[in-house]
């Protein structure tokens, strides 16, 4: 019998995180009665009704009254489609009357999920074994994993409550540039973090792009959870305030409509150096679209329509598409924290302390021990109540004295009777 | 404004291919009544009716039947998923009834199309600079994209009517060796190869896999158009042949249900070296499933369910769902060769012959002359008809003086006219 030795991804860096994932799993799956902070999906009651035939119905009629006739619509929806997509028009037209994005449709790629486009975009912009990427700390495993795919370095730049610590930015340049490397571009995700809870506010925006044009840094800029700020209150995108094109901007559709699609996509205006006028490709979203040629085809022409017909059925706005889920999460967040304060805010143990974003899916919990599978263990075990472990959104180990709650799956009365649990196991188990 | 300098790869290998697809496209664009044998994609009289609602029903009812609530199935459909998929015991069975594939459910991923299946099979498999891949040649582009989006090495082998030359499979082999390197994998597709339109012989397969045995070489099997085979026609895959877990089996629904689903699959079950039981991974369809995670995180539950509706629509046969679509496609490999003896077989010009497969979408032409991007361009706007040049499926630059033509998307009456216009266009312009 054959045996394969894989690449050493696997064996080292790549193994705690599949581990973290697949033990969560397992506990759930052992304590079917526990009460579950650990997933960040979105809540049941925003998924759609089991209506795809209306989303493609409206995607199909869009695409008609455009001049196709119901024979060729009807085709686009089954055969291959173009690597760069077939909503882009919508999706361009939907950030820039609702987001301030004034891109092209030719510069969108429609992508299978952020993940996707996140792959896509470090393969077209790291060069070399030089290049460093550097993402805001603690960080989305998604970004750090296709770093890894690809054998990128990656290095951490601390979030703030203010949103990320621009000085150490500044040396993260100057340490790889004395290392005769370059840090290429920066992750961030300034709207409520995955897992951090941050919101950058609307200066460290401006000071952000200041200082990414002094260093000559790319901005990756993750908004997948913009749409959960307070009515009224949401700030411009980082893509939103850029006069240079020096972001490549990653959102998805998985918070706003729902993750089954498996629609995402990346805003990509950058002028590609080094192809004379009419030869290779112009715009940084032409290389993506043929890198993605090479990873997935096409994204679903299916999955697109389905999401284009929800975008349409609310007159083309992110905004009203969202609007409901936005309302709920911010319930949910509130009445996490409320609990929170509520059953820890005075009898809780010494070291144990929280954030409060106003946005997201978030809130971490700081601990005196480590929080870590044996403690998970514990709390599910005997306070039927789960969480997720921080360790694994570090890169340097450190965060093992963070547990992460997720508001986004839960009703009310789950987060409160939730809540009440963990102030039990936390009194009882961290007091020591 | 910002200047993106991008990796070499899309300066110079990645350049010709996109310019040709994109030559393709636009030169389809400018002559609108040319009849094109360039798209391999599937005929649209196969395509499914516009019933996406009856195939979810259809699978939600058989999640249902194996013990979920209604409300349960119906959230499959729009949750984020298992990375390894939601039908992998849908299209176990059936490849285990239809193909003699006797491989648990456990040991397939499902992947968004083909493609990202090639894409993380090498990621997993290539471990280092010195592993090198063999590909058949020529060769699909899809797995020569992947590789190189990944930098791995390729070298080809040439096909051969019998299947591969196994003698040439052999020096390459033993060459690595000498160079200090690993030929780590081999890339074939037995069954009717894209372009080469080879089927290889069953005592070539039985002799491949014993010298991947004495090699230590692990085999991609590739079988995309195993299902055009006459009916009674078929031979054994490579992997149902493979008693030592050689064997990576690639598949896709794109030509047996419709490429719109971006559905593929992979069956991987090789042991793992290096793991100790319970820790880490076991199969390599486990490395597969977390390396997905970092790609496209799981293929969209929608298309999945879809397409594993339309499989037990078809009582779960694999064969049923693709016995009228196989007809149609042998019908037109037919009426193209007979065309091409009628109208080419004794007026032909000296240097042209053609390639006389028994399944698959396509047919090759040798010309006397360089069928590059000039010739094509005449063979458009003065004869209306268009094909695709194989260079691009050469990994040296040979193939210049072959076409490719491809039956699947045609009507019989296009294949007929089509046919009579690249007589005369081969006739008058070839001929000098």
Redesign the interface.
């Given at each position: 019998?054959?045996?394969?030795?894989?690449?050493?991804l696997?064996?080292s860096v790549?193994?705690p995180v599949?581990?973290s994932i697949s033990f969560l799993n397992e506990v759930m799956g052992r304590h079917p009665g526990a009460i579950s902070f650990a997933p960040g999906?979105?809540h049941?009651d925003t998924?759609?009704e089991?209506d795809?035939?209306r989303h493609?119905d409206r995607f199909l009629d869009h695409v008609v009254a455009r001049g196709s006739s119901p024979e060729q619509a009807?085709?686009?929806?089954?055969?291959?489609?173009p690597s760069r997509g077939l909503i882009n028009d919508i999706v361009a037209e939907a950030l820039r009357r609702d987001h301030g994005v004034d891109v092209p449709p030719e510069s969108y790629v429609i992508t299978?999920?952020a993940?996707?486009a996140m792959?896509l975009v470090l393969?077209?912009?790291?060069?070399s074994s030089e290049d460093v990427l550097a993402v805001a700390h603690p960080c989305f495993v998604?970004i750090t994993?296709?770093a890894?795919?690809l054998d990128i370095d990656v290095v951490g730049v601390a979030e703030t409550a203010d949103g990320l610590d621009l000085d150490a930015l500044e040396r993260a340049c100057g340490q790889a540039r004395a290392a005769g490397r370059t840090l290429r571009a920066l992750y961030v995700a300034p709207d409520y973090s995955n897992p951090g809870g941050s919101r950058m506010s609307l200066d460290c925006r401006r000071r952000l792009l200041a200082l990414a044009a002094r260093e000559d840094l790319?901005i990756l800029e993750d908004n997948a959870y913009g749409f959960t700020a307070a009515a009224g209150a949401a700030l411009p995108s980082l893509k939103a305030l850029d006069t240079?094109?020096?972001v490549i901007h990653i959102g998805t559709f998985?918070k706003t409509a729902?993750?089954?699609?498996?629609v995402g996509f990346v805003v990509a205006d950058?002028?590609?150096?080094?192809?004379a006028p009419g030869e290779?490709?112009e715009r940084?979203a032409d290389?993506l679209a043929?890198?993605k040629?090479?990873?997935?085809?096409?994204?679903?022409?299916?999955?697109q329509a389905?999401i284009g017909g929800m975008l349409l059925e609310h007159g083309g706005s992110l905004d009203a598409l969202s609007r409901a889920k936005s309302a709920l999460y911010q319930r949910n967040l509130r009445l996490l924290l409320a609990a929170l304060d509520r059953h820890l805010g005075e009898a809780a143990p010494a070291g144990i302390r929280w954030n409060r974003p106003d946005g997201g899916f978030f809130v971490r919990v700081r601990l005196p021990v480590p929080a870590d599978t044996a403690l998970l263990e514990v709390s599910a075990a005997d306070y039927g109540v789960l969480w997720t472990p921080m360790r694994q959104f570090y890169l340097d180990g450190t965060g093992d004295h963070q547990l992460r709650l997720s508001c986004s799956y839960l009703d009310p009365d789950e987060i409160e009777e939730g809540v009440r649990r963990l102030a039990l196991f936390l009194t009882k188990e961290t007091g020591r």
């Open positions: 019998m054959v045996t394969v030795h894989i690449d050493r696997h064996g790549q193994a599949l581990g999906a979105p049941p998924l759609p089991a795809i035939q493609t009807r085709r686009l929806l089954f055969e291959y489609g299978v999920g993940q996707e792959l393969r077209a912009l790291f060069r998604g994993g296709a890894r795919l790319l240079e094109r020096r998985a729902f993750p089954g699609a498996r950058q002028r590609v150096g080094g192809s290779g490709p940084l290389v043929t890198l040629s090479m990873v997935t085809v096409n994204t679903s022409p299916l999955s389905v």
